[in-house]
């Protein structure tokens, strides 16, 4: 194996599996940026696209696309690191790459028909075959079949493995945290023509997917991947994890009910969601002490700059994102003028880019240097690491710059269609005709762009990094003694 391969079969079978994930992942990536680009756009020029591209399948195919992304790239992140984890090959290796295959093309099938089949009549056939309207999980019904079946073998190759070899703190949390994952996409399959009813089970899967399970699940791959980058001792990451987990499942489980505000559940949700999802920060900063700590106990010398840096921004992503964007309009009393505006999706892109973007990319950069043959990943790259820092800065300035912009546009929405208007529907109108509105809109626009130059970059950084390099990785010093 030299230094700076191309070729990769030097990695495990998991290993490999988990390289055809990361593939798809940034296919997908680069697909929720482009049809991003699209739907903000119809809101500068309303009829471009009409009829042709409506902004309702342009919107939707940029949120299913970041969802199934983010998901193929935790999937690709645990067969990553499966292995070496449990100590022995994965069970299942055959059954994993059949799922998927079969998952990628499902996936293909169900893009091409929201594409070319945008409407259908308001019947079963259509929630089976073309579309189930439930946002961000819109793939019909047979897809969703298809979509648990390829989780099912996930799982039981991953469980398997490790009943095979060994257990650790890290595995087992993350074993029963995909019990849960899985379990509940099943609440997002199930139809009923009372649309409270079917809102109350659609947010077990999205809220409790971003505030629970997927939470504790990046949890279970940072804890690994400070191991890997800083040599951090796994008692302590085991530890902070333990924490970490027990405070995002008290208060994110419960934190629901801040979307069952306005849906015509019962009063009492007002109060259970507003208190516990305002303590839903409170793990999050438990992250950033975690990893900046960690960190600055061993004097920031890791093996892999790149993903160093995107663990980083991650937690503060995560913490700045999540915890105070979702703080910020959490309490019923404030809701009341934000639900649905702008600031929402102000929340929304900050959440998921700093929470789950962001970890995934550092993942890539793991992958990356172990493929191109265990490559120096460490200070004073070739390039100076010119690619990797301008991608990181403006795909993060990008996504900063479109959130401040989502936040004017939402703050001038609250204002005039809530507080003065009486969230009338004229008023509702009248809001997004308002100036500031409009000029969030277009800074949106221009944020966008800058945030798809950061990943044009980032692909290019990712197809050449260590393929020039003679110098091997620099193994993190174990066992620093401070963090005794
Ligand atoms: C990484 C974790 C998180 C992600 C990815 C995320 C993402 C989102 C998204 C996309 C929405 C819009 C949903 C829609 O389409 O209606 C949303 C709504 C919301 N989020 Fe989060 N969120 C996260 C964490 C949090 C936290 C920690 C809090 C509270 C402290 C929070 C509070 C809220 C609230 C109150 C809403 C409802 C907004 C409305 O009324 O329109 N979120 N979140
Ligand atoms: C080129 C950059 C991007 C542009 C131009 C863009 C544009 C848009 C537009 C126009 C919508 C529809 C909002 C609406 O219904 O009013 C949207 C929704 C959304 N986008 Fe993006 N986006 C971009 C990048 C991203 C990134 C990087 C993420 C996260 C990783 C993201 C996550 C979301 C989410 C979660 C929603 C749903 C928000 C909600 O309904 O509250 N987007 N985006
Ligand atoms: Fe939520």
Same mark, same amino acid.
């Given at each position: 194996?030299?230094?700076?391969?191309?070729?990769?079969?030097?990695?495990?079978?998991?290993?490999?599996?988990?390289?055809?994930?990361?593939? *798809?992942?940034?296919?997908?990536?680069?697909?929720?940026?482009?049809?991003?680009?699209?739907?903000?756009?119809?809101?500068?020029?309303?009829?471009?696209?009409?009829?042709?591209?409506?902004?309702?399948?342009?919107?939707?195919?940029?949120?299913? +696309?970041?969802?199934?992304?983010?998901?193929?790239?935790?999937?690709? +992140?645990?067969?990553?690191?499966?292995?070496?984890?449990?100590?022995?090959?994965?069970?299942?290796?055959?059954?994993?790459?059949?799922?998927?295959?079969?998952?990628?093309?499902?996936?293909?099938?169900?893009?091409?028909?929201?594409?070319?089949?945008?409407?259908?009549?308001?019947?079963?056939?259509?929630?089976?075959?073309? =579309?189930?309207?439930?946002?961000?999980?819109?793939?019909?019904?047979?897809?969703?079949?298809?979509?648990?079946?390829?989780?099912?073998?996930?799982?039981?190759?991953?469980?398997?493995?490790?009943?095979?070899?060994?257990?650790?703190?890290?595995?087992?949390?993350?074993?029963?945290?995909? *019990?849960?994952?899985?379990?509940?996409?099943?609440?997002?399959?199930?139809?009923?023509?009372?649309?409270?009813?079917?809102?109350?089970?659609?947010?077990?899967?999205?809220?409790?997917? *971003?505030?629970?399970?997927?939470?504790?699940?990046?949890?279970?791959?940072?804890?690994?991947?400070?191991?890997?980058?800083?040599? &951090?001792?796994?008692?302590?990451?085991?530890?902070?994890?333990?924490?970490?987990?027990?405070?995002? #499942?008290?208060?994110?489980?419960?934190?629901?009910?801040?979307?069952?505000?306005?849906?015509?559940?019962?009063?009492?949700?007002?109060?259970?969601?507003?208190?516990?999802?305002?303590?839903?920060?409170?793990?999050?900063?438990?992250?950033?002490?975690?990893?900046?700590?960690?960190?600055?106990?061993?004097?920031?010398? =890791?093996?892999?700059?790149? +993903?160093?840096?995107?663990?980083?921004?991650?937690?503060?992503?995560? #913490?700045?994102?999540?915890?105070?964007?979702?703080?910020?309009?959490?309490?019923?009393?404030?809701? &009341?003028?934000?639900?649905?505006?702008?600031?929402?999706?102000?929340?929304?892109?900050?959440?998921?880019?700093?929470?789950?973007?962001?970890?995934?990319?550092?993942?890539?950069?793991?992958?990356?240097?172990?493929?191109?043959?265990?490559?120096?990943? %460490?200070?004073?790259?070739?390039?100076?690491?010119?690619?990797?820092?301008?991608?990181?800065?403006?795909?993060?300035?990008?996504?900063?710059?479109?959130?401040?912009?989502?936040?004017?546009?939402?703050?001038?929405? %609250?204002?005039?269609?809530?507080?003065?208007?009486?969230?009338?529907?004229?008023?509702?109108?009248?809001?997004?005709?308002?100036?500031?509105?409009?000029?969030?809109?277009?800074?949106?626009?221009?944020?966008?762009?800058?945030?798809?130059?950061?990943?044009?970059?980032?692909?290019?950084?990712?197809?050449?990094?260590?393929?020039?390099?003679?110098?091997?990785?620099?193994?993190?010093?174990?066992?620093?003694?401070?963090? +005794?």
């Amino acid at each position: 194996m030299n230094v700076g391969t191309q070729d990769p079969s030097h990695l495990t079978g998991g290993q490999k599996l988990a390289v055809k994930y990361y593939t *798809v992942a940034v296919v997908l990536f680069t697909a929720q940026i482009l049809f991003g680009l699209l739907a903000g756009l119809q809101y500068l020029v309303p009829e471009f696209g009409y009829n042709v591209l409506d902004f309702n399948v342009n919107r939707m195919v940029h949120i299913n +696309a970041m969802v199934l992304w983010m998901l193929y790239g935790f999937i690709g +992140a645990i067969y990553w690191l499966v292995e070496e984890e449990a100590g022995t090959e994965l069970v299942g290796l055959k059954l994993g790459n059949l799922a998927f295959w079969v998952l990628t093309a499902a996936i293909t099938v169900v893009v091409l028909v929201y594409v070319f089949v945008q409407t259908g009549p308001g019947e079963m056939s259509t929630i089976w075959l073309i =579309n189930e309207g439930r946002e961000y999980i819109e793939a019909p019904r047979w897809a969703d079949i298809g979509i648990v079946v390829c989780l099912l073998v996930f799982f039981w190759n991953i469980a398997a493995t490790f009943m095979k070899g060994k257990w650790s703190g890290i595995s087992g949390v993350l074993v029963l945290d995909l *019990v849960a994952l899985t379990g509940l996409y099943l609440a997002g399959m199930f139809y009923t023509p009372n649309i409270s009813v079917d809102q109350y089970w659609w947010w077990w899967v999205i809220h409790l997917w *971003v505030e629970a399970t997927w939470e504790v699940m990046i949890g279970c791959i940072m804890a690994w991947a400070l191991i890997k980058t800083l040599g &951090v001792r796994r008692e302590i990451v085991t530890t902070w994890l333990y924490i970490e987990v027990t405070l995002m #499942f008290g208060s994110g489980i419960l934190g629901l009910g801040h979307h069952y505000f306005w849906i015509g559940t019962p009063e009492y949700w007002l109060a259970v969601g507003g208190a516990f999802s305002v303590l839903e920060p409170i793990p999050l900063v438990a992250m950033v002490v975690h990893a900046l700590y960690d960190s600055g106990v061993h004097r920031f010398k =890791n093996s892999n700059h790149p +993903a160093m840096a995107w663990l980083i921004v991650h937690t503060f992503g995560n #913490f700045f994102g999540a915890g105070v964007w979702g703080f910020m309009q959490t309490l019923p009393q404030i809701n &009341v003028y934000t639900h649905g505006t702008q600031w929402s999706s102000s929340h929304g892109h900050l959440a998921f880019f700093g929470a789950y973007a962001t970890i995934n990319i550092a993942m890539f950069y793991l992958a990356l240097q172990k493929w191109r043959g265990n490559v120096y990943m %460490s200070a004073g790259l070739a390039d100076n690491g010119r690619k990797w820092k301008w991608a990181l800065g403006l795909l993060s300035a990008g996504t900063l710059g479109m959130t401040m912009a989502l936040l004017v546009s939402g703050y001038e929405q %609250s204002f005039v269609e809530r507080a003065l208007g009486g969230s009338t529907w004229a008023a509702y109108f009248e809001a997004q005709r308002t100036h500031w509105f409009m000029q969030g809109m277009f800074w949106r626009q221009v944020w966008g762009v800058i945030t798809a130059i950061g990943l044009a970059i980032l692909i290019w950084d990712m197809l050449t990094i260590g393929r020039k390099e003679t110098r091997s990785m620099v193994l993190p010093a174990n066992h620093v003694e401070a963090t +005794a």
